[in-house]
């Protein structure tokens, strides 16, 4: 997240600072901006949408900022609770997610075997009644290593920074499963575009 | 959005219709960890190899309904792909005319940017100066 703050508008004899937090979930391609009042505190203050930076291909439809930020907000703060509540009912268990196209979280347990599957899937539907989460699990092996995915082997990538004078190098860190890098890989990818001013999802070939 | 593992890799509803995302890692080497692979390599072995895992890729897809777009990427400074290889990548895709409808090289770097570059198609007059 990226805090900036900006003096919205006063109230009596001070301006009251409404800071803009940009908020990038780990849930979808989005890029939002919402706004609050650190004048408040934090058991009073509510988050605004204040811009959508960006709409990933999933919420294309969505009609309004407002609904925009609501149904990103819900999915992320879902997806978080639920992995939070099955992290407590296996703690041993290397948890991956993911959201399919309908919206539905899957949970994919690994090294847990099916029976205890099913029972972590009968309490989450339980406890988050409102929502379709589907739980998978498959049992240890010995390839597992405590990663999760499908593991890869670890590259390096680094950049030269200078600063005041001084240059170091700095390495990027790579995730560990060749899911998570993939994923890693898209998201740099539509950063780089953006960056650029063009579109990574509607290639224009150039012919 | 993320597809399963045997799918291809992500969906990208555009404004066009759906289209795919395929992702291809550019390795050189056979040896079990990055560390093992030489310091250096050679522009024609590179591109050679990397040309070689695209048209493989490609003649799986048959002829798609959909486009499919492939992002090759790097995760090894010892793999990251310079303008020479990737001029000469996009010259033979040119001529063999992959079921891509595009393909980009991306290359992260530490401040979470990354380099993005073109690879295909490309005009055929950019490809003038080439032997």
Redesign the interface.
């Known amino acids: 997240m990226v805090g900036a703050q900006r003096p919205l508008n006063q109230e009596g004899d001070g301006i009251v600072a409404v800071k803009i937090t940009r908020w990038e979930p780990d849930t979808c391609y989005c890029v939002l901006e919402y706004s609050w009042d650190d004048a408040l505190p934090e058991s009073e203050r509510t988050h605004s949408v204040s811009r959508i930076v960006r709409t990933c ?2 919420h ?1 439809g969505e009609p309004t900022a407002e609904g925009h930020y609501n149904t990103v907000l819900s999915e992320n703060q879902h997806k978080n609770s639920a992995l939070a509540f099955i992290r407590a009912k296996a703690p041993a268990a290397r948890v991956d997610w ?4 309908n919206r539905n979280l899957h949970v994919q347990l690994n090294g847990l075997d099916q029976a205890a599957a099913e029972s972590i899937q009968q309490a989450v539907a339980a406890r988050f009644p409102a929502r379709t989460t589907r739980i998978t699990s498959s049992p240890a092996t010995d390839s597992d290593n405590g990663e999760l995915g ?1 593991r890869k ?7 030269l ?1 200078i600063q005041g004078g001084s240059v170091k190098c ?5 995730p560990n499963s060749k ?1 998570q ?6 998201r ?2 539509i ?3 953006d ?2 001013g063009i579109s ?4 224009q ?3 | ?2 597809n399963d ?1 045997n799918d291809l ?8 219709g759906t ?1 795919y ?1 395929d ?1 291809m890692e550019v390795v050189l080497f056979k040896g ?3 560390a093992e692979a030489p310091t250096a390599y050679s522009i024609g072995e590179m591109a050679t190899q990397t040309l070689a895992g695209v048209t493989k890729k490609s003649k799986m897809y048959g002829k798609p309904h959909n486009p499919v ?1 492939l ?1 090759l ?8 792909l310079v303008r020479e290889v990737l001029d000469l990548v996009g010259l033979w895709l ?1 001529r063999l005319n992959p079921v891509f ?2 393909v ?1 090289y ?11 570059e ?1 690879v295909f ?4 007059g950019e490809f003038t100066s080439f032997d």
């Open positions: 291909p999933v294309t993911r959201f399919d196209d499908h082997p670890r590259g390096e990538l680094a950049s920074q700095v390495r990027a860190k790579i899911e890098i993939e994923e890693w890989i898209l740099s990818a950063r780089a575009a960056q650029r990574l999802y509607d290639w070939p150039s012919r | 959005m993320k593992e890799d992500f969906t990208l509803p555009t404004t066009d289209a995302l992702l079990r960890t990055y777009h992002l990427y790097s995760t090894d400074w010892r793999f990251v040119n409808a595009t980009k991306v290359c992260p770097d530490s401040d979470g940017g990354a380099i993005l073109h198609p490309r005009s055929s």
